[in-house]
């Protein structure tokens, strides 16, 4: 089954709208974005969506942040898993106490065989540490949240050989697509469940649902 993230939350409604739609992990943005969260807030979501269901994965997602500080804040606000979106090395990267999500972004003109390395340069440098690897877009000057997607069949070689989340402009109408072409471990998406920058409950609903029928279509 695909797992699927809703990202960016910022209220304690749209987290628990996430868990009821049977979504996997919520992520919660620690670095400068118009979704971005204090330690304060972060702290009262995750309570929340925790009360409603353990199983919910936190995610808090940072860029170019000191370790110490990340850890901290992890630590603080019971953050199960830390995303690394900046330009952290895998060096870096060793330096987490949680759980790892490191975001990948992939360029123009990338083969499917140097992101497949990449991941497994990756691998080899957190083979001690528990760790996912996000794929999204780059765009320049940015570091997720772009709303840009990328030619997913990119992705499918090394999400064959690694678990790969698919991120980058997936919406309800096309993450089945997606998923057909990349075969990914799970889905992220951000901008794509929200209307005029704000989290829309029936969008969340409408992308979690389209994911379990692209996973019912290829059983």
Wanted: hydrophobic letters at 45%; a neutral charge; charged letters at 20%.
């Amino acid at each position: 089954m695909t797992k699927v993230k809703i990202c960016g939350i910022k209220e304690k409604a749209h987290a628990l709208a996430a868990i009821e739609a049977g979504g996997d992990f919520i992520g919660l943005v620690f670095a400068p974005s118009q979704r971005r969260v204090t330690p304060a807030q972060a702290s009262e979501i995750i309570s929340a969506a925790k009360s409603r269901s353990h199983a919910i994965g936190t995610v808090g997602v940072f860029v170019n942040m000191p370790a110490p500080e990340i850890n901290a804040i992890a630590d603080d606000c019971n953050l199960d898993w830390v995303q690394l979106s900046g330009d952290e090395s895998w060096e870096y990267c060793r330096h987490i106490t949680k759980p790892l999500i490191k975001a990948v972004r992939i360029r123009q003109g990338q083969s499917p065989e140097q992101i497949a390395a990449d991941l497994a340069a990756g691998a080899r440098i957190l083979s001690a540490q528990k760790h996912l690897y996000l794929l999204d877009t780059q765009v320049k000057g940015r570091y997720g949240g772009t709303g840009t997607t990328f030619d997913w069949s990119l992705a499918r070689q090394a999400a064959a050989q690694f678990p790969v989340i698919l991120a980058g402009g997936l919406t309800p109408d096309n993450v089945a697509q997606a998923i057909e072409s990349a075969a990914p471990w799970g889905v992220d998406v951000s901008s794509g469940v929200e209307a005029d920058g704000v989290k829309d409950i029936a969008k969340i609903r409408a992308f979690i649902e389209a994911v379990r029928k692209a996973d019912d279509s290829k059983r």
